[in-house]
């Protein structure tokens, strides 16, 4: 499975992440991923730039 976002939340088992679609929209919620279950990451590359420009900043969590 491949993830892209923003982690909102970091905590010591799981990380609380704001998805962002292939069409360039956040998600609405929030989901959980397992630390345990993290393999790589991967920052900056064209891809996940190009995302960010067309979404722009995720949404304020409240």
Do not use: N, Q
Request: hydrophobic share 40%; aromatic share 6%; charged share 25%.
């Amino acid at each position: 499975m491949c993830a892209i976002g923003r982690p909102v939340r970091i905590g010591a088992k799981s990380v609380t992440f704001l998805d962002v679609s292939s069409a360039a929209e956040w998600a609405d919620d929030t989901r959980s991923i397992r630390l345990d279950d993290i393999t790589r990451i991967d920052v900056g590359a064209h891809y996940e730039t190009v995302l960010h420009h067309l979404a722009g900043y995720p949404p304020v969590p409240s």
